[in-house]
């Protein structure tokens, strides 16, 4: 079975430019994750859908950072205009959802990240 | 708010010996969990703690979580070069979904 993957998995850009980042998820995970690591910091959570809905937003930085999750399935962070802060891994996941809660009681899995370089 | 930290950032080791990675968090939380990252490589699940005094162990590794002490420690016994990566911490905010990490770990084990 497939696991979580991402693309690109490096992307360089220039400062003012537009980036999409793309997650597919494991088949069958509703949750969705985006996380991001900045050089040297911890991981830190931006965003969780619970398939296309937005459950959770209060980790993205502004409003330049766009996601979507159209039809529940794969995902797609955009950054627009990128600034050279927002230069790091951004790191993809998925879980089941058990239960009513709805929160993860399930394990996460990881895609390999994407590494963005603005320059 | 819910912190993680995580010590040492950096451990140089030589192989056979051993060593200790702390983790300490600064409220409730239901479960942690332990990811190794090799570069360039997805996080990998090396182990979940979900109760006081749980302790799990895989070959070299072993984890422990202390609830009471907001403590989780990741126990290597004598070392080999294959464990050389990054290791993170996280822990879930209770009643959400976010995994609230530490700042990584980062293993080097040499001959």
């Known amino acids: 079975e497939a696991g979580v993957t991402q693309f690109p998995s490096h992307s360089v850009i220039e400062k003012g430019q537009t980036v999409t980042l793309r997650c597919d998820p494991i088949s069958g995970h509703d949750n969705l994750y985006w996380y991001r690591r900045v050089m040297g910091k911890e991981i830190k959570f931006l965003l969780h859908f619970v398939k296309e809905s937005k459950q959770d937003e209060s980790g993205m930085p502004n409003n330049r950072f766009l996601a979507e999750r159209t039809g529940g399935t794969y995902s797609t962070l955009k950054v627009q205009p990128a600034e050279l802060e927002d230069s790091g891994v951004y790191f993809c996941?998925?879980?089941?959802?058990?239960?009513?809660?709805?929160?993860?009681?399930?394990?996460?899995?990881f895609g390999q990240g994407t590494r963005l370089t603005v320059v | 708010e819910l912190k993680v930290e995580q010590n040492p950032l950096f451990l140089s080791m030589q192989e056979g010996k051993n060593y200790t990675i702390y983790c300490n968090y600064s409220t409730t939380s239901d479960r942690l969990y332990w990811y190794r990252q090799d570069p360039g490589k997805s996080l990998e699940s090396l182990f979940v703690?979900?109760?006081?005094?749980a302790v799990k162990q895989e070959g070299r590794l072993m984890a422990s979580l202390d609830t009471k002490a907001r403590l989780s420690t990741l126990h290597i016994t004598a070392a080999v070069h294959d464990l050389s990566a990054t290791y993170f911490c996280a822990v879930v905010r209770f009643n959400t979904d976010k995994l609230i990490f530490g700042t990584g770990t980062r293993l080097q084990v040499f001959p």
């Open positions: 703690l979900l109760s006081n005094g």
């Open positions: 996941a998925s879980s089941q959802v058990l239960g009513t809660g709805g929160f993860m009681n399930t394990e996460a899995f």
